[in-house]
């Protein structure tokens, strides 16, 4: 209990002097926060000043780079009007006109073009003066208005149908092409679209043994698988009937037996045939049956008919 006596003794005038240095340590550290943040927002508004000098550079570059280029537009525009204003007064026909460069015009993108046709309507449509204009001349100018809209509406319609008729005759040589083009792959011996294709036809080759092209044409080829087992089946059946047909021909000719004393065919009075000759009359009569029933057959077709 006494030491601890002593140690709080020794402890209490160490604590105003504590305190003190906090309170100290706490104030410098809130100026240097301070500097700090001044200091930022000092580098913060340089760099946005920098930045807003260097955005306001780029655009008043690009501004006078846009104003000269509608300079050289609007001098462009003039001297295209006074060359057709020219051309006017000659007599000259509108197919006349010097040809653009198709090129430098294609490449041009939406924005270019918007702007050129600004420029060039500022020229050709002047501002009317309407308050200056009595009643006739607003009638006057409205007919030229209504004639002029009739005239570039004939013009619309003139070339629209060119469009479309030439769009007709591309489609029409395009078929003619590809019916050129299949000929010429049937004529080689490829496959009639090898040609008409997006890609070239492959080359044939002559064998997977032999690196060179095969010249040979579709019919010489189909040459080459014809015959085979069609071929072995029709010799065989040949064969087979060439057999049947002989020993059909080589078999025992059965005489007819006689009725009643006389053979059938035979008329009373005939003499007596020998056995051969018997055998061939009595073929001959066969065949004379067979012809006149043939005969009696294409008769009943023909009164169907």
Not at 167 to 188: C, G, P, T
Not at 235 to 252: A, G, Q, V, Y
């Amino acid at each position: 209990e006494q030491t601890r006596r002593k140690y709080m003794e020794n402890e209490e005038p160490r604590g105003p002097r504590r305190t003190e240095e906090l309170k100290r340590t706490e104030g410098q550290t809130s100026q240097e926060e301070e500097i700090r943040a001044e200091q930022d927002k000092k580098l913060a508004a340089e760099k946005k000043q920098e930045e807003d000098r260097i955005k306001k550079k780029a655009a008043d570059k690009k501004a006078a780079e846009e104003e000269m280029k509608k300079a050289e537009m609007l001098e462009a525009e003039i001297k295209r009007q006074e060359m057709m204003a020219a051309q006017k007064e000659k007599g000259g026909s509108k197919g006349s006109a010097p040809a653009l460069d198709a090129r430098k015009e294609m490449s041009k993108t939406k924005e270019q073009v918007e702007e050129e046709m600004k420029i060039s309507l500022s020229i050709r449509i002047k501002p009317l003066q309407l308050d200056a204009m009595d009643s006739d001349e607003l009638r006057n100018k409205a007919n030229q208005i209504w004639n002029t809209i009739v005239a570039l509406e004939t013009d619309k319609y003139d070339y629209e149908q060119r469009h479309m008729n030439q769009d007709y005759e591309f489609k029409e040589l395009n078929e003619r092409q590809k019916i050129q083009l299949r000929n010429k792959a049937v004529k080689k011996g490829l496959d009639p679209e090898s040609f008409t294709g997006a890609h070239p036809p492959k080359i044939r080759m002559f064998s997977k043994y032999e690196r060179r092209t095969d010249t040979r044409t579709y019919g010489d080829r189909k040459k080459l698988y014809e015959g085979g087992c069609e071929v072995m089946r029709s010799e065989l059946l040949e064969s087979m009937w060439k057999e049947k047909f002989n020993e059909w021909s080589k078999r025992p000719k059965a005489r007819l037996p006689k009725w009643f004393g006389v053979r059938p065919g035979k008329k009373a009075g005939d003499p007596e045939t020998p056995e051969g000759e018997e055998d061939a009359v009595a073929e001959e009569e066969i065949e004379e049956e067979e012809e006149e029933e043939e005969e009696e057959e294409e008769e009943e077709e023909e009164e169907e008919e």
